[in-house]
Structures are given as C-alpha cells and as structure tokens.
T-cell receptor, first 116, second 115 residues
C-alpha cells in the first residue's frame, strides 16, 4: 500500500523568509499525482499545488513551488516570502488510481507557524 | 470557496444514534469522495462514488454507508454511533475517476461530536 510520510510535525518561519516542508512517499506505480493541501484554523482543506509524476518540471504556483525527486520519492514544498496567512497545517497527499477509482492518501501533516 | 457544499456544519448527537451527512459536489463533477479526519487516525479515505456507482472503499466501518443520487449529491450515513466516531468528515469532488487531471476539491466539512 502507498504511504506518505511527513517527518516534520512542526516548522516555524519568519515573515518574508523561505521555508521548505518535506514529504516522502512509497509507491510501486510510475504514474501518479502528488498534492499539497493547506488546512488553516478554519479546518477547510485548500489545494496549494499539484505535481504530475510523469512531468519532469517542478510545479509552481506564485510563492509556492515543489521539489519533486521521483527516484528518491521525495516531494517537498517551498514557500517563499512567507506571510502570516500561510500559518496552517500542510498535508502532503498521493493520488492512487486503481483502474476504476482514485483516492488520496495523506501524510500526518506539518504545522507551520509564521512569526513577525 | 471550493464550490463543494456540506451540511450540516456541526452535529452533536448521542451514542447509539444515526446521522446523515450531505454533500453537493462542484458543478460538473461526477466523483464524490468521503474522508474522515480524527486526532488519532489523521485524514482517512472512506469511500468514493462516480456518477452514482461505488468505485472505491477505504477504511469505512460497516456501520457507515453512503450513496450518490441521480442529481450527484451524496449522503454519508453513520449509525450506532460511538464516541470514537467524533471527527471532521469531509466531502471532496472531482471531474471524473481517471488519474489524469484528477484534483479533488474539498468541502468545508461536517464536525460530528458524539456524546
């Protein structure tokens, strides 16, 4: 079964600085999707960024970018110019397709604090 | 706003009772997924429906059941509730059931408290 590991339960970053959240996963599949979701105190799950495994190029969304290392099964999230509104739980997720269905497998999350 | 709606937002009930959680997917989305978020189990996939048909099952208890109706809204039924069922239940939707361009958008969740 696929597993997703986030080894950093908590991280802290100063406003305007850059922080990187780590994620590793285990799979025997070659074609899959990886996601980062943000969960602020409101508990809403908000999509941050998506990476397609067959694409070599790392995904970027404004201040958010990923470092996708397929061979190492690593998928880290870099947040540049951190803002107070970035404070949240961040979940890494793997999308598994079983031929007729898909589901997300989540990591345990990293709580990001943003300080002044 | 993801476009996925869930009702109710909060639900407080007693052990042994039965509740129904409702989800309306984004316009045009055919797939609906249910997830449970609890302190001890984290975020877990429960079940997926695509255009009215069950497509995948995760760690869903036998006391739980779901269905997707012709108008594509979905309901998650939880029965014989136990204290451990207290959690945040999310519904998500996506366009289809293929791996290409599959992004799941989440609703705001229903917070269930079993007393």
């Amino acid at each position: 079964a696929q597993t997703v590991t986030q080894s950093q339960p908590e991280m802290s970053v100063q406003e305007a600085e850059t922080v990187t959240l780590s994620c590793t996963y285990d799979t025997s599949e070659s074609d899959y999707y990886l996601f980062w979701y943000k969960q602020p105190p409101s508990r809403q799950m908000i999509l941050v960024i998506r990476q397609e495994a067959y694409k070599q190029q790392n995904a970027t969304e404004n201040r958010f970018s990923v470092n996708f290392q397929k061979a190492a099964k690593s998928f880290s999230l870099k947040i540049s110019d951190s803002q107070l509104g970035d404070a949240a739980m961040y979940f890494c997720a793997y999308s598994q397709y079983t031929g007729t269905a898909s589901k997300l497998t989540f990591g345990t999350g990293t709580r990001l604090q943003v300080t002044l | 706003d993801s476009g996925v709606t869930q009702t109710p937002k909060h639900l407080i009930t007693a052990t042994g009772q039965r509740v129904t959680l409702r989800c309306s997917p984004r316009s045009g989305d055919l797939s609906v997924y249910w997830y449970q978020q609890s302190l001890d189990q984290g975020l877990q996939f429960l079940i997926q429906y695509y255009n009215g048909e069950e497509r995948a099952k995760g760690n869903i208890l036998e006391r739980f059941s779901a269905q997707q109706f012709p108008d594509l809204h979905s309901e998650l039924n939880l029965s014989s509730l136990e204290l451990g069922d207290s959690a945040l239940y999310f519904c998500a939707s996506s366009v289809g059931a293929s791996p290409k361009a599959e992004t799941q958008y989440f609703g705001p969740g229903t917070r269930l408290l079993v007393l």
